[in-house]
Structure formats: structure tokens, C-alpha cells
């Protein structure tokens, strides 16, 4: 959001992430009309649809603004020169932890067959990111990092398979935030620790 936008807009979007968030917490979002998202966040139905046209999309907005502030703080503890194999251990460990901040949404997500669009949108995020990390990777030439006529088949190998194991973590009580983590970088490829050395401030996402 651009710092120039009014500041009535941004309460506003601000609200409705903050009450759809809090509604899909409670039930699937499947089951939120934008009438009971309006009334939670305090404007009419006509404010929410000048900016969206479903539900999902404030919620897919929240879920990822807060994905990303734990992407700025990878980028940081890169340009710090932290350890690649450190810097992908606390990057996984950030997604869980938004994860866990938003737990209760995503089971009600998870668990609703109707409610695909949530999975889809973190598949969609962990794609992207995946494609800014090989691109970076790509650029300085690092040993082991697929040529660039793979990237999109990477990511999304990489994308499902992540997404997939935090389905597995939400729908297993006996999976501990922990066991995920090691899973996640034990299946890591070789070269995501090596590329994640390399120092560099932009954004991946």
C-alpha cells in the first residue's frame, strides 16, 4: 500500500483484514457472507466490494502481510551474513510461526473441502518465493541451482511440497511444530542453504 494512500482507506482495509481474520477464526470461510464480514468490521457492504469481491481476498491479504514481515526479517539476517543453513532453519521456522499465529483458520480451512482457496493462496505465496529464491540463486551462479528453464517447476515441486507438509502438521496432533521444521529442512535441497549465503538486501516476495 502506497504511503501517499488515505488514511481512511487504510483503517478500512485495515479493519476488514483484521475482521475477517478473526471470523474465519471462529468458522470456515466458506460459511462468512460479506454481510457478517462488514458488520464485524464496521463499514457497509458497498466499502467492501469498492476494494474486493469475496471474502478471501482480505483474508488472503492479511495471511500474506503477515508472511511477509517474516520475510523482511530474512532478508535482513542475510545482509547480517548469517549461515545459509541457519538462515533456512529460522526461515521455516518464521513460517510456523505464522502458522501457529493463525492456526485456528487455517484447520477450519484445511478441514473444509469448500475452503480450497486458502490452501491455494499459501501454495501461490510459497511458489512465488520460491521463484525470487532460485532467481537470486541463478544470478550468482551457484553450484547446484536448477537452470532457469526449471525455475517454475522447481517452485512449484517446492510450493506443494512445503504446503503440503503444513497440512500434514495442522491435521496431526501428534506433529509437533518442531518435527515440522526438521522435515522441512531435512527434505531441503542442497543448494537452498548454499544460495541463502549469498548476502543481499531485496525483497523475495
Known sequence: MSEHTDPRITRTTGALRQAVVELASQRPV?????ADLAERAGVTRATFYNRYSTVLDPLIEALYADLETGHRREDQRRAEGYPGPEL???AVSEVADH???????YRHA????????VYDALVRHFNDYALA???RGAARGLPGVPGIGHHQVVAQFLAHGFAGA????????DVSREDLVDAAVACA???WASA???RDADSCV
Open 30 to 34: 466458506s460459511q462468512i457472507t460479506v
Open 88 to 90: 533456512l532453519r529460522l
Open 99 to 105: 502458522v501457529e499465529r493463525f492456526g485456528d483458520l
Open 110 to 117: 484445511l478441514g473444509d473441502p469448500a475452503d480450497r482457496g
Open 133 to 135: 529464491f532460485l532467481a
Open 166 to 173: 503444513v497440512k500434514a502438521w495442522l491435521s496431526d496432533p
Open 189 to 191: 535441497p542442497a543448494w
Open 196 to 198: 541463502g549465503e549469498a
